[in-house]
């Protein structure tokens, strides 16, 4: 394999799809190496099979707002493979949504979902509606209209949606609720991240930053190190940042920092239970706006406009929002401030040259398809759960969650150990996820 050829391909067909192209240049400069050592990869041109989507659906989403005028979205499902398992990955409602966004999330889902040993191919869908300032109704209204056209191309072992970006429990609700009109049967496992009460799995709206804590936490202890008194800074207060600051604070952190894209909240004193829960409030509330923090709780809160959380001296930086959000002179400012160790919590949190900067000074850094792949995991769990008509306790759930992550934290020690001693996460996590497809599909042949 030629990593230049390839990108060169793909830059040639794709030139504006600026994600999609960084997320496969990261994965072909880790795996190449390894690569080049099976030709029966490169005899059934694997690589160049797997860096494009299985298929994409594009279609016209038509709702009316509560002043009564017609609204038009663009609706996507990218399905992009599927040799270990049926599709599986979030839906993210955002205005920024485009298909080279979603091909970089397919993509990196591919192998995330391959980390977990649970059977999930890769899959990401969504649509550019924005939910920022929208009522209940209009949500209701846009989610409805949105599975009227993607209802055919899912199914429970076919392809089985989430939530992401701009989706929780709420969105999900209304979307399961138009499929099942639609479908005619009660298909508890098209979906996840449902509630409770009607097929959800206990703990999935902590999942994905419960599971980043527990992997933060393997890696500080193959160091000697524990997050109990670090202090941590995290971007987001979305269902991602609320799990996330949630788990570090059972785990005897102090969250210090929580940002938005209004500005950063400082908490000297570090994030309380009723604090952290808020934050799902401001969530639901559609302001996205952190400063509602500092205006709810004023006396243990500061806010400072346009500001990022990585203006925070911290221990441990948690990038828990967007794609790309954490930039060089982030990282730059991050070291400046004591920061050692980050965590990508959100996918692709990292510009690449953010990456380069902490791995070239001595940062312990660990990418987001190793380190935010409990949620997903725990969508399986959901998935079997629903296929056996049970539901698990949360000690269940929560044990099987642990032994995923730890299971994926060797997986990375495993194939990013170098000869210097230390261990480079972002090409453990590429190449074990990669191995596993790959394999998967040569022995499923040319298809």
């Known amino acids: 394999m030629k990593t230049k050829e390839i990108m060169a391909s793909l830059q040639a067909k794709y030139p504006t799809e600026k994600e999609y192209l960084q997320a496969v240049q990261e994965v ?3 795996i190449e190496e390894v690569y080049n050592k099976h030709p029966e990869f490169e005899k059934a041109k694997i690589v160049e099979r797997l860096v494009e989507p299985d298929r994409i659906f594009t279609f016209r989403v038509t709702w009316v707002d509560d002043s009564g005028e017609v609204r038009t979205n663009i609706g996507y499902r990218v399905q992009f493979n599927s040799a270990i398992g049926p599709y599986k990955g979030g839906l993210r409602f955002h205005k920024a949504v485009t298909p080279s966004m979603l091909k970089f999330l397919g993509f990196e889902q591919t192998f995330k979902n391959a980390l977990t040993t649970l059977p999930m191919g890769g899959g990401k869908g969504g649509s550019d509606f924005d939910p920022v300032g929208k009522s209940d109704a209009e949500i209701m209204r846009f989610c409805q209209a949105f599975m009227l056209e993607l209802w055919r191309c899912i199914g429970p072992d076919q392809d089985i949606p989430a939530g992401d970006v701009g989706v929780g429990g709420r969105e999900i609700g209304f ?13 508890t496992g098209v979906l996840t991240g449902k509630g409770v009460t009607w097929g959800g799995s206990i703990l999935r709206p902590e999942a994905t930053g419960f599971g980043a804590l527990y992997f933060t936490q393997h890696l500080l202890h193959r160091v000697g190190k524990d997050i109990k008194g670090m202090k941590v800074a995290i971007s987001g207060f979305g269902n991602v940042a609320w799990g996330a600051s949630k788990k570090a604070m059972q785990l005897g952190a102090q969250v210090i920092a929580v940002s ?12 309380t239970p009723e604090m952290n829960d808020y934050m799902l409030v401001m969530r639901a509330s559609n302001r996205n706006l952190v400063e509602d923090l500092a205006v709810k709780f004023p006396e243990k809160v500061r806010f400072t406009k346009g500001k ?8 441990i930086a948690l990038p828990c929002a967007f794609q790309n959000e954490l930039a060089l002179e982030d990282a730059q400012e991050l070291k400046r401030n004591g920061c050692w160790c980050c965590c990508e919590v959100s996918n692709m949190g990292c510009q690449p040259d953010a990456i380069h900067f902490f791995q070239n000074n001595g940062f312990l850094f660990a990418p987001g398809k190793a380190v935010n792949a409990g949620g997903v995991a725990t969508s399986g769990l959901e998935m079997t759960q629903n296929a056996q008509h049970i539901s698990w306790s949360a000690q269940e759930v929560d044990e099987k969650l642990h032994w995923i992550m730890e299971n994926i934290h060797e997986q990375c020690v495993k194939f990013g150990a170098q000869p210097d001693g230390r261990i480079d996460y972002v090409k453990g996590a590429n190449i074990a996820g990669f191995m596993k497809v790959a394999q998967a599909m040569l022995e499923q042949g040319i298809i």
């Open 28 to 30: 072909l400069e880790s």
């Open 175 to 187: 979307m399961n609720g138009m499929y099942q009109k639609l479908a005619q049967e009660y298909h």
């Open 260 to 271: 938005g894209p209004d500005g950063v909240c400082h908490i000297p004193e570090g994030l």
């Open 308 to 315: 990022k959380a990585w203006s925070i001296p911290c221990d």
